[in-house]
Antibody, heavy 122, light 108 residues
């Protein structure tokens, strides 16, 4: 059974870089069938798609975050990671990693991590 | 437009049918997926594609699409269906994604 688990600091100072890792267990991040994505949810608000990475390392990002985001994959550790630079209080959210599957007509997030709360505060 | 619009809240009597809609131009070219989220929990996929349910999702959940509108239907709503529901699809670029703002479903 494939599982995803987020890890990283729960508190980040303003202007610094948020770094999170998602570990894939029971499956392989190198599978060509999936994209590996990050989604966040500010407290009391809706879901916001951040971006995804393919096993090759190619990635796509939400235009509103593109200048600050990097998503990468490490096949040797079976992990993928999120870096968000120059954070502010507006980046405080629960961050989820998720597996993205489907075809050109329909893609969906069929597996999610439990999420990790990241607070931006000095 | 790359936005997906959902009604903020709907209510349904126990055992009745509720329809949750998601509107956006991108839905003309791609199917929406739907996620159920209960307080303090991660979202769970309930519908994807034309009308597909992952294993373990009750058959009272169904999906449909007409023009630029996707609809999630819960037929015979149960108390445990009370949750927030989010739609998602690719945006107009076909490469990126967008979530709807979410609909809070209350079962009376």
């Amino acid at each position: 059974q494939v599982q995803l688990q987020e890890s990283g600091p729960g508190l980040v100072k303003p202007s610094e870089t948020l770094s999170l890792t998602c570990t894939v267990s029971g499956g392989s991040v190198s599978s060509g069938s999936y994209y590996w994505g990050w989604i966040r949810q500010p407290p009391g608000r809706g879901l916001e798609w951040i971006g995804y990475v393919f096993h090759s390392g190619s990635a796509n990002y939400n235009p509103s975050l593109k200048s600050r985001v990097t998503i990468s994959v490490d096949a040797s550790k079976n992990q993928f990671s999120l870096k968000l630079s120059s954070v502010t209080a507006a980046d405080t959210a629960v961050y989820y990693c998720a597996r993205d599957y489907g075809d050109y007509l329909s893609r969906y997030f069929d597996l999610w991590g439990r999420g990790t709360l990241v607070t931006v505060s000095s | 437009s790359s936005e997906l619009t959902q009604d903020p809240a709907v209510s349904v009597a126990l055992g009745q049918t509720v329809r949750i809609t998601c509107q956006g131009d991108s839905l003309r070219n791609s199917y929406a997926s739907w996620y159920q989220q209960k307080p303090g929990q991660a979202p769970v996929l309930v519908i994807y594609g034309k009308n597909n349910r992952p294993s373990g999702i009750p058959d009272r959940f169904s999906g449909s699409r007409s023009g630029n509108t996707a609809t999630l239907t819960i037929t015979g709503a149960q108390a445990e269906d009370e949750a927030d529901y989010f739609c998602n699809s690719r945006d107009s670029s076909g490469i990126l994604y967008v979530f709807g703002s979410g609909t809070k479903v209350t079962v009376l």
